[in-house]
């Protein structure tokens, strides 16, 4: 059984409400997760040219299979729809539900069917309702395109890898990252795609969801392939889903911590750390593709850059830790391990922790989080609307809105990395219970901080981490993880966390809102924090050594 810090996989999940999943492997082993995934390359249009696209085509395909990611054949991953004759035809052939990833090229349209797109998107809008699925939008919209995602059986589980020529602004050093963010955004919006690969003939980059700016020469693919593309299609960007939380309401204003966080966003302000977020409306031209994409990412209505959040005081009922003794006489808890976790006869969960060679006996308290709600401006949170609460009591997950705001708005939902906020939390308030008594602030942003930024009992870890795509679950079991390494080696004796995420950013964390902030401030001013990848090679080197 896999142990990350000092529990296994298993247990870990169900102390942060995270579903519980048929197939775990180790977050730390891109091999492990080669062994699960299966995928399919679309074959090639007729008479495709780009040498360069095809040659980085032979040799992924080489790779993947090298590397013992399972490579379907585009007849053996495909299968006929059942239903009536127009059903068959319209849709064809559609690619398995248990297929991780197609990884196809990106088609030129031609004058016809740019014309019959249109038309499709006419009856569209004239037969538009909201309770369509996405595969119902697709076979009015998506019978005339020719992007992948209108052959896939279930979108939500199978993402289109995307091969294109590489754009050379967006790998450019001195492209500001606002503007690669829309170089992404395009590039992933026009091809339906969850990732995007540009190509030359010596260099290529990837993109996804996370705005990320990696590039890699052609000599490095082995690494691109172990350490990005295998985690990023083995753990797709999921949101957290709202059948899975408890539902009610706060008063945002008789929450100190809802204040704190709103004042913290705006004295973030300054650090430009957080670009302004991108509706779908403004970035999708065509009203069927953002229906798909909202339905998707389950009635979000745009992305945003980045998240805050406040860790409130851990909340304890009885003795915070007990002997041995006691120990011994508390009761299993259904479905985890007993050896790990056990329940006290006024229903408190306790987990045996072992932290600097000391084995203790601790409760597992409530935790509550308030956070900037998914899509908002991180730097002009309104108090009243922008700020959800989220709760995790005995592996069970709440959700909060603000009082009188309807949860059946689409643009009031928890951050996709709501699972990783989770596990930060839980793993400071066990690892490092001194730096969380009175609340804890968390500052992720889509940038780095170059190593030499960081001062005395200021730390990072995470950087040789694989690059796992935010918000997943395998992101938050390496985020507990971390914490726990970190109060591992160096105890309370931290001024400031940094959780290096490959391909996505960092979280910061401390005890003092007002020392993040001006240490951010700092960082941004002297150009030693700066968003997207600059700092993410240095970062790797530095956690190497």
Known sequence: MTNLADLDLKTIMSLTGIPAQKDLVNPKDPMEMAKKVRVTFRPLPKGYDNKAIVNFRAILQEKLEKYGVSNLSWADSTEKPTGSFINRLILGRRVRRNIHAVIDVKREYSFIRKML????????????????SVMGILKISGWADNFTARWLADPYNTQVVTLKPLDLEFIDKDTPYERKIVLG?????????????????????????????????????????????????????????????????FDPSASIFAERLANLGKDLKKTDL?????????????????????????????????????????????????SPQKWAKLSEIKNINKDYVRES????????????????????????IVTSRSGSDKTNLDRDTDIVRVGLIKGKL???????????????????????????????TLYTPKLVEDGIPIVHFHGYPDPKWF?????????????????TIEAALLNFDGVYEMANANGNMMDLLCLVESDHGVNILGPKPEYIVSRLLEGSSSGDIMLGGRYLPELKRASAG
């Open 455 to 471: 001062n005395q009992n200021e730390y990072h870890i995470g950087a040789q981490n694989p690059s796992v795509p935010c918000g």
């Open 398 to 428: 709440y959700l909060q809105t603000p009082k009188g705001v309807d949860l059946k708005r689409r643009d009031i939902r928890p951050s996709f990395d709501t699972y990783v906020i989770l596990a930060q939390a839980l793993s400071c």
């Open 185 to 249: 955004l395009q590039d992933l919006i026009s091809t339906m795609s969850e990732i995007v690969i540009g190509i030359s003939n010596d260099k290529f980059s990837i993109v996804n969801m996370n705005l990320s700016d990696s590039s890699y020469s052609l000599d490095e693919i082995d690494e691109f392939i172990t350490t990005s593309f295998i985690p990023k299609t083995y753990a797709p960007i999921k949101p957290p889903v709202l059948n899975r939380f408890i539902k009610g309401e």
């Open 345 to 368: 006869s006024d229903g408190r969960w306790y987990v045996k922790s072992v932290l600097r060679g000391d084995t203790i006996y601790q409760q597992v308290p409530d935790i509550w």
């Open 117 to 132: 797109s249109a038309f499709a998107e006419g009856i569209y809008r004239i037969f538009r309702t909201p309770e369509r």
């Open 274 to 322: 957080f670009p302004h977020g991108s509706k779908f409306s403004e970035k999708i031209p065509r009203l069927s593709h953002r229906d798909v994409v909202e339905k998707v990412l389950e009635g979000r209505t745009g992305v945003s850059y980045g998240f805050i959040a406040l860790v409130e005081s851990p909340r304890y009922e009885g003795d915070k830790r007990i």
